[in-house]
């Protein structure tokens, strides 16, 4: 009985240190992961920044994390919303559009594809890997005059 009762502590102590060797990985991935976030985060706010100044209004930024579970690692989702950024920008400067896109005040950069939408004063942008989005988001900014 002795026995067994050694190996199952033996057995159960393994079992701990193995589990609190892995625990450090987990918490690097997370970190890295979150770290990631951040930096995407930084990006999109300074170019919505510059939209903003290019449209006269304050603009909101924000990622819709919860979109992005089928997006590339390593591949940046801010740079992939800023060419619908751009297309915002070239309608704040026509005649035509500038008056409507004062009214954004929110942009949603989001991973799932879905390209443009303006609903309310929200302007989202579902981004898809390797395209900017700046003629969709034209073509759709068009499209509202």
Known sequence: MRFRASRSV????????????????????????????????AALSREVGYTSSVCG??????????????????ESLASACDGALGAIEAWCRSGAGKARAQSISNFVCA?????????????????????NGFSDTASYLEGLN
């Open 10 to 41: 033996s057995l159960f102590a393994a079992l701990a240190a193995m589990l609190a060797a892995a625990a450090p990985i987990a918490r690097a991935q997370s970190l890295k992961a979150l770290r990631a976030q951040e930096a995407e985060e």
């Open 57 to 74: 209004t304050s603009i909101d930024a924000s990622i819709d994390w919860r979109s992005t579970s089928g997006w590339p690692e390593g």
């Open 111 to 131: 991973g799932d594809g879905s390209g443009p939408y303006l609903r309310g004063s929200t302007f989202r942008y579902g981004a898809s890997p390797g395209d």
